[in-house]
């Protein structure tokens, strides 16, 4: 067997070999940073080409280090959509602040083991003290607030229903779902993430437990259907324990009545939890453009996304809570091999509060760049894209469309409004956005709402996108629009807008 040379370790490089990949990392991300906004924002690729790009690396033999780097960068370049372009309308991935990036890559570098204070006291002392300050933004109260960073809304989503489940039956913990006659209910609007109903599997639960409640003209959670769903599964032998709402739906940025919830949650004694992946950051910074944002503080416990709306690369959910123990009392476990952490009074460790058991350093990014911005430069940049998202419903009401949705969010929802709207096809305005998305210029969507209606869909929540990008938006559509119309040919060839017509072509 070969040993290393000591001097040259393969894993950790030589000090020239780092030196010069770390000279062509800044410059690659650099470029992309400043260059970004002007590529081509989807990309045209195919899987033999990928296969290729792939194809190039045997593991048999030692490649070149900034080679490596540079194949990566290209295909990274060629083969995404291009997220953090300011004309990219559509799912909450803004482009990552430049702090963001740069705690990401010192966390990589330092790699600290955030699963304990003995560990690594800096990381978890910094992310209790930033949990207690989101939790009091969203004006939570009580001695013991508290929470854990999650990999994302949906782990946020996941751990809402294990602390719901324990807090309504101590003894799940042990038992779990075995051997009872129990049957756990909770309820969520049909406009709720998808998250729940997966993480509603993972607790064992199945879907069944997952009861959908209908929504109003607005999409948001119907309150007397909420109860009267609540009161016959009690009388069928149900046992409820949770009501979600939402502050901010990802398909329509609908917010659910969260007082009302609230009072409900409070009279069936079940848990309580918002879910403000996105829409959390309006609470936090633009309060005032939602009164049900003051209600979040009833919340048993909240999922807040900071890669969301906030900006920092992916991977910075969080769920926070008021409820005392909630999180030591679902996930405390002794491992023999951590019998040298002695906890800190008032510092829960992570890995017994959580999920995770190794745990990166999750809140160094949202620290470092509200540390940079400041809750005032985090304000306006929100601020400033729900005006954009105003700006865009007036531009789409001009150009002809027709939004169909309500909501103070920059979230905008629209079928065709003109004189041939009537005649649309099924699956047309899914073509429309098909045709944009390949366009390359812009990137939005194409949803369905309640009652399976179709609406194109383009969200604002990039800090860089501009009027300019608005109209840009605006140009393609009615571009696509018009050559819809015209591939449509005689019209009289399609029925109108209608569940039974066949698919579009
Ligand atoms: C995005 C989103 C989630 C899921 O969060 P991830 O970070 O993608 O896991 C949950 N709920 C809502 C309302 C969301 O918008």
Redesign the pocket.
Known sequence: MEIADPNNPLLILTKEQRESLWKQLTNEVETYISVVDRARLTPSSSVSEIDAILSGFDFEEAADPNKVVEVIVAALWKHQTHVSNSRYFGL?NPPPSTMGIIADTLVAAFNPQAGSWNHSPFAVQLENRLLRLFARRFGLSGDDLGGVFC?????A?HTAILTALVNKFPRYTENGLHGSDLRPALYVSTQT?H?ILKAARLCGLGSRAVRFVDVDNDLKMDLRQLEYRIERDLMDGWHPFMIVG?A???NAGAIDPIGGIAAIAKRFSVWFHA?A??GGAAALFTPEICDEFGELRKADSI?F?A??WMSVPMAA?MYLTSQKDILARTFNVQAEYMTGETPVAGIPDPYVHSLQWSRRFIGLKVFMSLAVAGWEGYRKVIQRQIELGDLLREELQRAGWHVVNRTPLPVVCFTDASSNAELLCVGELKQIAEDIVQSGEVWMSCTTLSNDAEALRACITNCKTTEYDIKHLIDVLVRVRKLSLQRRGDPFKYRPLSRQSPEYT
């Open positions: 909450f990999t994302g809304g949906a782990e989503n993430h998250s939402t901010g739906t990802t879910d992946a996105w999922t996304d890669h969301k959910g």
